[in-house]
């Protein structure tokens, strides 16, 4: 029988994380490269002294590429795929993980989270990067991996595709209520419509051995304001927010054979809080 620990191993596969060099991407670019694979960090934010990095490449090992990307616009995304290509000769993973992802809480200027007061400039703004980005590298990067008759797609959604935003937690005393900041509205949409997109990837390419999955973390602690801390691990029943590097091993087992037998589902990673 083969070794348990063999099926988490993604040595010589090639992933791509979309909004790589954020918080969160680096340490999935982390996950893979633990487990011997290569990352691609492909980002919006790249800059000359990023593409040559030694700090990267001590961390998320040699082979490491950022490239890059805007993920909203097909001919990057094109190219995303084509360097990859002509680096690596293949391309064995994709995390959709890019998003607009306001920091509601440390917001000083918040009155444009309301609902009332939300512009159609910043919804089609956060429905480009969360939702079209996602879809056009799933199809872009996705057709390829079909082509070779396999791949991973992993869908990064959030607790908050499973409940809603308790708005209670963003209050900021002294503001009047038509002031006091929300979780904009379309972070709710674009991250549920991720669980959608997800079901509907994993059907269609279910006969091309292609998996694809959603994870929905909850909060990471990032030294927030710390009455929001104290509010939010009210709302989890294990207490407190996640550590930084506590979803690298959902990361894995999606990305690897460890999860061979899913697809189509949504992996929530919460503290517990969505089964309150
Ligand atoms: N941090 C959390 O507590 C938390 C919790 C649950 C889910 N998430 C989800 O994890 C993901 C990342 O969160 P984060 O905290 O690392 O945020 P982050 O802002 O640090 O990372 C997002 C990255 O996306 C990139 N990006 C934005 N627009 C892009 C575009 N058009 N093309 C390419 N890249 C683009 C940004 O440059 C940035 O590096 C998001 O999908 C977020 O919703 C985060």
């Not at 990267?56 to 001919?75: H, L, N, Y």
């Not at 087992?253 to 990673?269: E, I, K, P, Q």
Request: aromatic residues 8%; contains cysteine.
């Amino acid at each position: 029988m083969e070794n348990v620990k063999n099926l988490f191993d993604l040595a010589g596969r090639v992933a791509i994380i979309t909004g790589g060099t954020g918080l969160l991407g680096q340490q999935h670019a982390q996950a893979i490269a633990g487990a011997g694979g290569i990352p691609i960090l492909a980002d919006i934010r790249v800059t000359e002294v990023d593409l040559h990095s030694q700090d990267w490449k001590a961390r998320f090992g040699e082979q490491v590429c950022a490239i890059q990307t805007d993920i909203t616009d097909p001919k990057s995304v094109k190219n995303l795929l084509e360097t990859t290509l002509d680096k690596f000769g293949r391309v064995d993973i994709l995390i959709n993980h890019a998003a607009n992802n306001p920091k509601m809480e440390n917001n000083v200027e918040v009155e444009f989270s309301r609902l009332e007061f939300f512009t159609l400039e910043q919804w089609d703004a956060d429905l480009n990067v969360g939702l079209k980005g996602a879809f056009l590298c799933s199809q872009i990067i996705g057709s390829e991996m079909a082509r070779r008759k396999q791949g991973v797609i992993v869908n990064v959604a959030s607790d908050l595709a499973v409940i809603a935003p308790d708005q209670r937690l963003y209050r900021k005393p002294g503001l009047p209520e038509d002031k006091q900041p929300v979780k904009p509205v379309t972070y709710s949409v674009v991250k549920t419509g991720l669980i959608g997109l997800t079901r509907y990837l994993a059907t269609y390419w279910a006969d091309s051995g292609i998996r694809v999955n959603a994870i929905s973390p909850g909060g990471v602690y990032n030294n927030q304001p710390d009455d929001f801390v104290e509010r939010l691990a009210k709302l989890i029943p294990l207490g407190r927010m996640a550590n930084i590097d506590e979803y690298q091993a959902a990361i894995l087992f999606l990305c690897s054979d460890a999860s061979s037998y899913m697809t189509g589902t949504n992996l929530v990673v919460d503290g517990g809080r969505s089964c309150w």
